[in-house]
């Protein structure tokens, strides 16, 4: 398995930690989110690692390889990934991962054990990290639905009530190798005006264009885990996981060890 991570974005919501730094530089317990994300990938065995950078591309020195999104600014993140299109060319599975979570060796694991087409990591115990973060949790949660073979239905989209999430997307899928080079020629065939839930292509989000391969008849297997990650968005998000890791509870969410 090969891992590409998207770290194009300005992370407008973390300033003035962002003002020098991409998101993915920002610190949680004293490291940078990048650094314990690719410790997270090593100990998960996953070496083969490329960035997709933009925003201050100078600050990362990280990773196998480095891969600019030169409109970063005018994109968002499926055009990014699109960036690293000779990643899919069916050699290995591709792991694809957001630059602003941290999570355990065992997502990527969980990952690597479906053997659907396409799988994404649900976390089914998300309710209380959502708690956590915000005073209303469906305000920012989205729809995520499972049918009883274990593929997804529908995500993405404003919930109406908790019954119309049966647990929340990560921020990792992982594409098959056999079928990694359709994503390419996926994206290649939208219109580019769309609308894909109301953005163009330029500005889809991923859950968007995972929704199309769902509607197409692509199986996208949930690969359920209970925890054992965060995803740090706002200022608010960072002080919450600093306060909970120096009380030590940060640790009973999600385990941040080195290799």
């Known amino acids: 398995m090969r891992a590409v991570i998207l770290a194009a974005g300005e992370g407008t919501r973390l300033r003035p930690l962002t003002a020098d730094r991409p998101k993915c530089l920002v610190e949680l317990a004293g490291r940078p989110l990048l650094e314990w994300q690719l410790d997270s990938l090593a100990r998960a065995g996953v070496t083969d690692v490329s960035i997709v950078t933009g925003y201050r591309a100078d600050q990362i020195v990280h990773g196998t390889r480095r891969i600019h999104n030169p409109r970063f600014d005018v994109t968002n993140m499926v055009a990014s990934l699109m960036c690293a299109r000779a990643l899919f060319d069916g050699g290995d599975d591709v792991l694809v991962a957001y630059g602003d979570i941290v999570y355990d060796p065992r997502l990527v694991e969980a990952l690597a054990a479906a053997t659907a087409p396409v799988a994404v990591a649900v976390d089914r115990a998300w309710q209380p990290l959502w708690e956590l973060r915000m005073e209303d949790p469906l305000a920012d949660a989205e729809t995520l639905k499972i049918d009883a073979a274990g593929h997804l239905t529908e995500l993405g989209r404003v919930p109406t009530g908790y019954a119309d999430i049966q647990g929340q997307y990560v921020g990792l899928v992982r594409v098959r190798a056999d079928v990694a080079p359709d994503w390419p020629r996926r994206y290649d ?71």
């Open 189 to 259: 065939a939208l219109d580019p005006v769309g609308p894909y839930e109301g953005r163009d292509r330029d500005h889809m989000f991923m859950t968007a264009f995972l929704q199309l391969l769902i509607d197409d008849g692509v199986p996208v297997a949930a690969a359920m885990v209970d925890g054992g990650w965060v995803e740090v968005d706002t200022l608010d998000d960072l002080a919450v996981y600093e306060r909970l890791h120096g009380t030590g509870e940060l640790a009973d969410r999600v385990r941040l060890v080195g290799v």
